[in-house]
């Protein structure tokens, strides 16, 4: 079994960082326009990327300021039964939020798994870029 991890430093409170990753207006600016979000245990997050079907994710944790953890429940199905966790720490001394992404319970390392490994770093660098600065890099301005 395979896991991706990444960790970044963000110079937000973690408040902001959570906001980002589980409202409409965040995620949205973050990682693909066409959503339907809602910051609530047992909803299931659809997120389109152009490909003809949903990415739907089954929100199973919300900590506010600390933890997220989604399931995949809809996808390709390297991706199914796979979850996603965002883990949030903050130094207010600092004013830096420390997160780590993992996508955890790849049944193996494949091509789609290095894609999405490099795509999730990239996830971060647009979280970190739309809490810092307020733009983000959502899919559909990126270049693929």
């Not at 990682?31 to 490909?51: C, H, M, S, Y």
């Not at 780590?100 to 870029?129: G, H, P, V």
């Amino acid at each position: 079994m395979e896991n991706i991890e990444h960790i970044n430093y963000i110079k937000v409170p973690a408040a902001k960082v959570f906001e980002a990753l589980t409202t409409q207006e965040g995620l949205s600016a973050v990682w693909t326009r066409k959503l339907i979000v809602k910051p609530e245990t047992g909803f299931v997050n659809a997120f389109d990327f152009d490909d003809n079907y949903a990415t739907k994710m089954k929100i199973l944790v919300l900590e506010p300021e600390k933890k997220i953890h989604w399931e995949c429940v809809e996808d390709d199905p390297e991706w199914v039964g796979t979850h996603v966790t965002f883990d949030l720490s903050e130094n207010k001394e600092k004013g830096v939020t420390t997160i780590i992404l993992k996508q955890l319970y790849w049944r193996e390392l494949t091509d789609f798994y290095r894609y999405c490994n490099y795509n999730w770093a990239m996830f971060l660098f647009s979280l970190k870029s739309y809490c810092e600065d307020g733009k983000g890099l959502p899919f559909q301005d990126r270049k693929f």
